[in-house]
């Protein structure tokens, strides 16, 4: 079973601070995906890393992928109450995605 | 935008019955997949199907599970004899190609009593 540890599990911040979620794992993956949940909803794909050492922005959020492609990073900056969710990553490896053990952001108004 | 429905939303059922819960993947993909996520844990890759067949199964997928897509449009999920740990929200996920991002549907909320 390949395990992908996310941290913190839980954060709750101020908003307009600054935050980084880790995802990390002793495995390799050929490609890394960025979720959010909201409560009785499914996953929303919120970014897609492929080549390590790979950095993408979607507005204040930044992602990147490590060089050895085992682990990931997400970066809000000047968080917003909207931001509040489930962050998921997902690896792929095989014909399979792997689903980080998530962490549960919580941005106070 | 295009998106993945999944209905029902709630699903109670007695232990030991059979339940099938159903997918709409995207119109024009060609991989789907089911997932489960039991209450406070995380999400969990059960079956992946493709030119109708399965492509790859988790130990979890064992013999209680089928699936199946019995028109161009759904792609089923039949639990046979639901056990008490069976009970959990299934996600099912669309994609374009193989190693393609996925899309989500909302859920089902499957409770078995």
């Known amino acids: 079973t390949q395990l992908l540890e996310q941290s913190p599990q839980f954060l709750s911040i101020q908003e307009g601070e600054n935050l980084t979620v880790y995802c990390n794992s002793s495995?390799?993956?050929?490609?890394l995906q960025w979720y959010r949940q909201e409560p009785g909803e499914g996953p929303v794909l919120l970014v897609t890393?492929?080549?390590?050492?790979e950095v993408k922005k979607l507005k204040r959020l930044t992602f990147q992928f490590g060089d050895a492609r085992k682990d990931s990073s997400l970066h809000i900056t000047a968080a917003q109450p909207g931001d509040t969710g489930l962050y998921l990553c997902?690896?792929?490896?095989?014909?399979?995605?792997?689903f980080g053990t998530g962490t549960s952001l919580t941005v106070i108004p | 935008e295009p998106e993945v429905t999944q209905t029902p939303s709630h699903q109670v059922t007695q232990m030991g019955q059979e339940v099938i819960l159903r997918c709409v993947p995207i119109s024009n993909h060609l991989y789907f997949y089911w997932y489960r996520q039991i209450l406070g844990q995380k999400v969990e890759f059960l079956v992946s199907?493709?030119?109708?067949?399965?492509?790859?199964k988790s130990e979890i997928f064992d013999d209680q599970f089928s699936v199946e897509r019995p028109d161009g449009s759904n792609f089923t999920l039949k639990i046979r004899s639901t056990k008490l740990e069976d009970s959990a929200m299934y996600f099912c996920a669309s994609s374009i190609g193989r190693n393609q991002p996925q899309h989500f549907g909302d859920g089902t909320r499957l409770s078995i009593l």
């Open positions: 997902a690896g792929l490896t095989g014909n399979q995605f792997y």
């Open positions: 495995s390799v993956f050929s490609s």
């Open positions: 199907f493709y030119n109708n067949e399965i492509s790859e």
């Open positions: 890393v492929v080549t390590g050492g």
